[in-house]
């Protein structure tokens, strides 16, 4: 194939592919931004407390500066919940396929839902479509179902996705009756009347929330655009973004004589006489990532992996030191090590403190050179997100605003909803995990309605739930359909290995 100058080395069919990948992740989220983002003007904007022009703006300002600040545990979370032979293999044909398919089913159900007024979760989507490109790829690769999930992970992602409506439900209607005993002001509970904005103390109040939602949405939300994008740069430039070309001296002679110390560490745990070298090393440490069942071959492969690592670091001073061609291959390396240490750590294997204590810290020194979000993704992805609220956000609004509550959302209402939805997924990402902004806001709104006693919509909440409950297996379907489609033409149309 020939080359395009403008990506360097790239063939022409990587070039397009690198073009159309980014392209559906900007998509994904400027869609998202239909869904979730609009949920955090909804308020502001029903309550006249802003225009919608200024309220998808200050929004979006909101959104840029949650994102730039965000920490990337979640993008890298969501990262996890994909096969792992998918993730260090991410430029292969393979790869192309999983990205595609799981990007154009989400991008399918959340447009189809936008249409019928229905603030589904983004979150939701992207999790689904994950499963089912994880379901395909396994019953494709060896026939078996479901082995390439990772079924901790997303576990641990689904108890977060259930527990936060139950909380934004709770929270808002607890503030409803803390507000009401506390703050003996008539205004903050009535209804906007026509275009009249509200009293300026509760406008200050209201748009103080919408602030926090936008923010915490863009510190959240907007990192799981940033994860796929990051994806997608990894396995077609490597060169650039297998590993973290800024690393200041310092960490990497960190990460280098830890992984020196790591060495006789994780010796111990090797049983005389098993050894494994070579190409059986990765499959080892992937199936225990798949299984989490360790045995005599798991703990030797995980110290040769290391040593490999040490020996790359040894004669280096920075990860520019390290060949364009060896960056994927170490990347690949260090995230099997990684994880390997991390499943190994909640698995409570490291019995001994100071021994626990230091793997713990050699893991994070890894994910230093690996974790990281260029500033011009975290701008694109917040850009994309901020137009797609300026574009589509009146049907998620008006459902929102209209349709949850039997009378109309009051000031006291949405303030509460937002406040509530703003710390839970503060929260969230301080712990890594992805929520919804779709479903703590709502949830929220339907908490205070009930607190206060204006009642809810059964039909609105009974199609809110539908939808809930479809996300899931809609997303499984088209992720896995879309997968094979796409390998099936990238392998034999394209001629892609």
């Known amino acids: 194939m020939t080359s395009m100058n403008f990506f360097g080395d790239l063939t022409t069919i990587s070039s397009l592919f690198l073009l159309l990948s980014l392209a559906l992740a900007l998509g994904f989220e400027f869609v998202n931004g239909f869904h979730d983002t609009a949920n955090a003007v909804a308020v502001v904007i029903y309550t006249n407390a802003l225009k919608p022009v200024y309220a998808v703006i200050w929004s979006g300002c909101m959104n840029l500066l949650g994102v730039l600040t965000s920490t990337g545990a979640v993008a890298f979370g969501i ?33 189809g839902t936008w249409y019928l007024g229905l603030p589904v979760s983004s979150s939701h989507t992207l999790i689904g479509s994950i ?57 903050l509970y009535k209804a906007p009347e026509g275009e009249t904005p509200p009293p300026w103390w509760i406008r200050g109040l209201l748009i103080l929330t ?84 360790a045995d005599d071959k798991t703990f030797a492969a995980l110290a040769t992996k290391n ?34 240490i991390g499943k190994l750590n909640s698995q409570g294997t490291f019995t001994e403190k100071a021994e626990d204590k230091f793997l713990v810290d050699y893991k994070k020194d890894l994910e230093k050179v690996t974790e990281f979000i260029p500033y011009w993704v975290k701008v694109a992805v917040a850009f994309s997100l901020g137009l797609g609220t300026m574009i589509g956000w ?23 909803a937002g406040f509530v939805a703003m710390s839970t997924i503060i929260g969230a990402d301080q712990f890594g995990l992805p929520v919804s902004t779709t479903h703590v ?20 909440v009974r199609n809110l739930l539908l939808a809930w409950v479809l996300t899931l297996p809609a997303c499984i379907f088209l992720g896995a359909l879309t997968f094979a489609a796409g390998l099936f033409l990238i392998l034999n149309v394209f001629g892609m290995n």
């Open 79 to 111: 990262i996890s919940l994909l096969p792992v032979e998918l993730v260090i293999n991410a430029g292969s044909g393979t790869g192309f396929a999983m990205v595609f398919g799981l990007l154009i089913s989400a991008i399918i159900w959340n447009l």
């Open 131 to 187: 499963l089912g490109v994880g379901f395909a790829n396994s019953i494709l690769t060896n026939g078996s179902f479901g082995e390439g999930v990772n079924w901790e992970k997303t576990l641990e992602v689904f108890t977060s996705l259930l527990f936060s409506p139950l909380v934004g439900f709770t929270a808002a209607a607890l503030l409803i009756f803390a507000a009401k005993a506390l703050i003996q002001q008539p205004d």
């Open 210 to 293: 919408c602030t926090g939602v936008s923010f915490a949405h863009g510190s959240n939300d907007g990192q799981k655009g940033m994860g796929l994008i990051m994806l997608i740069l990894i396995g077609i430039l490597p060169g650039l973004y297998a590993l973290d070309l800024n690393v200041d001296p310092a960490t990497f002679s960190q990460l280098s004589q830890g992984s020196k110390a790591a060495i006789v560490t994780l010796d111990k745990y090797v049983p005389s006489g098993v050894s494994l070298e070579g190409k059986d090393v990765d499959p080892e440490l992937s199936n225990f990532l798949k299984s989490g069942y």
């Open 307 to 340: 040593r490999e690592i040490s020996a790359q670091l040894s004669s280096k001073s920075s990860i520019k030191d390290i060949s364009k061609a060896d960056r994927r291959t170490l990347r690949s390396d260090i995230y099997l090590l990684s994880k390997t």
């Open 394 to 416: 009146k049907r998620v609004v008006v459902t929102v605003g209209e349709k949850i509550g039997k009378d109309q959302l009051n000031y006291a209402q949405g303030a509460s």
């Open 441 to 460: 806001l709502s949830s929220g709104v339907a908490g205070a309605m009930t607190a206060n006693g204006s009642g809810i919509q059964q039909e609105t």
